[in-house]
């Protein structure tokens, strides 16, 4: 008798190793891509030791650009050259159009109902018309375009007053990580509900910068698209380093903000309602996407609902926020580091625009360098060097590969963008290696993919392009500036959130430009 319960005891475990052995090794495989060795269970995970775009960079250096990969319980695929993206969404772009199931979608995304998130079908075109053409349509963005200046404006003058010192000198040393994201979280809200986070008074104040810190630790916090418990499910049982529970204390936090938003937004258009004052007739007539989308949601409540409200607003502050900001601290970073360039940008600026008046956006187009300065930037540090995933909901065929279906697509910008034999010298800074590049995005050949491809690409590029512009322009163009500390290994700073290291923000020493300070003591 116990001869027989010990067998049965043995039973799964042979069982087990007879599906692995037929499943991996017996079993034909279908012609897939490259892949190295892979094991039970955790399958490729073994390899993930560094930063996750870095080591599917050296992997796919040594397997190849079309790379497959079986992380825990998901099938992964990792393009690396022009032609597989090319491949990936142009002959088979909806095939790809979706987005894995993801914690981070689960918990975020208000039911998948975020643009980010939704899978491809009518919710998910709808979005992406609702948010082009409310926010990023080439009538829209002319419409923002004052805000963004009045926000440049009250940086610009923030700046100049936190650099003078009451005996006289110029010259201070500026947290400038704080001062860029709390403009371009500014402007995100004023696009969004008409009113600023952090007003003019506080901004650069200990008040401001408690502010916009208790901002971070919610509406930024845990933006990891993809982590250990994606691949690995069963370590949510176990509360694998409290993950899950973060992240629902980041939705709750998120959440009663949001909720409270939009109570302040109608109750203001309850009192408007028995109100015949002026003032409160034009308050109504503002139109931020807030007011757009409660009034939608009274002729069409079943779609908007509430959820999916909050979805829109929380994909414009994060999306809008976060890679703006860190795009302005990278260009910075870099053309510090490289005297040639900031005096050459600073050289382009004072000749096509002076210092008499404010850098505008329709002065960007006579600013060239500028632009290759903002591109050598995406090309170095790319705000998600793994762009968005990609989901296939059946088997295609990529580089002459199988792939099958319910495989992630992961576009590795990264090393596309330091391809040795895309890009001459690839680690260097060299903005003048799109001097004479015109045109979008296809225009460099899938060689430069800093904002996606395809149906899902991101729809803020041109918001986001002329908001770094305006900005970066307009520090070159009224300040002179000193690097803090000696070059350091920016590559280092790089990590797989993408940010800057938030223990080491980016400081400098703003100096008012000597021919400037009678117009910036006027503004």
């Known amino acids: ?162 650099s003078c010192h009451k005996n006289g000198r110029s010259g201070a040393k500026i947290n400038l990580s704080n001062w860029v994201f709390t403009f371009a979280f500014n402007v995100m809200m004023r696009i969004g509900t008409g009113k600023c986070c952090v007003s003019k008074e506080d901004i650069g104040t200990e008040k401001g910068k408690k502010i916009i810190e208790e901002i971070r630790g919610f509406f930024f916090a845990m933006l990891v698209v993809l982590n250990v418990c994606d691949f690995l499910p069963v370590l949510k049982w176990f509360g694998y380093k409290g993950i899950e529970k973060r992240m629902v204390s980041v939705h709750k936090k998120r959440n009663e903000f949001l909720n409270s938003l939009f109570d302040d937004f109608r109750q203001k258009k309850e009192s408007i309602r028995v109100s015949e004052s002026s003032t409160d007739r034009n308050w109504e007539k503002k139109g931020t996407l807030v007011e757009t989308l409660l009034s939608l949601q009274e002729s069409e409540p079943e779609f908007y609902t509430d959820d999916l409200i909050k979805s829109v607003i929380l994909m414009l502050f994060n999306a809008g926020t976060e890679t703006t900001s860190m795009t302005i601290q990278w260009a910075m970073h870099l053309v510090l580091a490289h005297p040639e360039a900031f005096h050459k940008l600073k050289a382009e600026i004072d000749s096509k625009v002076g210092n008499e008046r404010l850098l505008n956006e329709s002065d960007l187009t006579k600013l060239p360098y500028l632009q290759c300065v903002i591109n050598e930037t995406l090309r170095l540090y790319p705000p998600v060097p793994l762009l968005l995933p990609h989901y296939s909901l059946e088997d295609c065929t990529i580089g002459g590969y199988n792939v099958p279906k319910h495989t992630i697509l992961m576009v590795n910008a990264w090393a596309i963008h330091r391809d040795p034999e895309l890009w001459d010298e690839p680690e260097k800074f060299k903005p003048e290696r799109f001097e004479g590049m015109e045109g979008e995005k296809e225009g460099f050949h899938y060689k430069f993919v800093p904002f996606g491809m395809g149906r899902r690409a991101c729809p803020g590029a041109a918001m986001g392009l002329r908001t770094v512009s305006l900005v970066l322009g307009s520090l070159i163009q009224w300040f002179d500036w000193e690097n803090v500390e000696v070059e350091e290994n920016l590559d280092a700073c790089y990590n797989s959130r993408i940010t800057l290291n938030k223990d080491k923000p980016l400081e400098a020493i703003c100096i008012p430009r000597q021919n400037c300070i009678r117009f910036l003591d006027q503004l």
């Not at 079993?27 to 390899?47: A, D, E």
């Not at 690396?80 to 914690?103: G, H, W, Y």
């Not at 975020?108 to 079908?121: H, R």
């Open 1 to 162: 008798m116990e001869n027989m319960n010990s067998k049965y005891y043995y039973l799964p475990i042979l069982l087990f190793f007879v599906i692995f052995l037929w499943k991996y090794l017996l079993h034909p495989r279908k012609h897939l891509p490259p892949s190295p060795m892979s094991l039970p269970i955790i399958g490729h995970l073994y390899l993930i030791k560094n930063s996750f775009h870095q080591t599917l960079t050296s992997l796919s250096t040594k397997y190849g650009p079309v790379l497959y990969l079986r992380l825990g319980c998901r099938n992964l695929l990792v393009v690396s050259s022009p032609s597989a993206v090319e491949e990936c969404f142009t002959k088979n772009d909806i095939l790809f159009a979706n987005r894995p199931q993801t914690m981070t979608g689960d918990k975020f995304s208000f039911n998948y109902k975020a643009v980010v998130w939704a899978s491809y079908g009518y919710l998910w075109r709808a979005l992406r018309r609702l948010m082009v053409i409310e926010i990023f349509s080439s009538n829209s963005l002319q419409k923002s375009s004052a805000l963004r200046s009045e926000e440049v404006i009250i940086l610009i003058r923030g700046l100049f007053k936190a």
